[in-house]
């Protein structure tokens, strides 16, 4: 999404220079929570909400046997924390038949960026049809690391707060990760 698209999204109508600068001020004195935004993942792979508007990247990837395919990732940093969420559509050489297997590999290559290089914490379920695994653990720092790992059929989907680690079962995480929908 270009930077244009995105500040049309943040500024829903154009402000009398007045107003901004009155809103600016108000913000010096008052801390004003993030406005949440409800958005679509890759058109319509799922929806989730997210504290303003999200950065898009299209990350080139290729598949173990060498066919290519497009990692989408949305991020945004608000509060000091960060909010990232990814999808990819496998191509066909990509086995999904254990869908455990795919997401355990999830799991350990975001565990080699974690202190120790294991999770704290690991959650099995399903959701909506879809294989999924939560995860929490520390990075190097003292942050803490959430996350929800989805594989439903060929979609891979993927929620990620980072943030300090008295956060990650706080409200506004709580809130990203409890609004994920599937589409």
Do not use: C
Request: proline share 5%; hydrophobic share 45%; net charge positive.
């Amino acid at each position: 999404m270009s930077l244009s698209r995105r500040t049309a999204l943040a500024l829903p109508g154009a402000l009398p220079l007045a107003l901004l600068a009155g809103r600016a001020a108000a913000q010096k004195r008052l801390e004003i929570p993030p406005s949440w935004y409800a958005v679509r993942i890759d058109e319509n792979a799922f929806i989730v909400e997210m504290p303003g508007v999200p950065d898009h990247r299209i990350v080139d990837d290729r598949s173990a046997r060498g066919t290519a395919f497009q990692l989408h990732s949305y991020s945004i940093e608000s509060g000091g924390s960060s909010y990232v969420a990814q999808t990819a559509l496998y191509p066909a050489d990509v086995d999904v038949t254990q869908p455990r297997a795919i997401l355990q590999a999830a799991l350990d290559g975001r565990a080699q960026q974690l202190s120790g290089g294991k999770w704290s914490r690991v959650q099995w379920r399903e959701i909506a049809g879809a294989a999924a695994v939560e995860s929490t653990g520390v990075v190097p720092g003292g942050n803490g690391l959430r996350q929800l790992v989805l594989l439903k059929q060929r979609r891979f989907m993927s929620l990620a707060f980072l943030g300090n680690a008295s956060s990650l079962a706080g409200a506004d995480a709580n809130r990203f990760f409890n609004s994920l929908k599937l589409v």
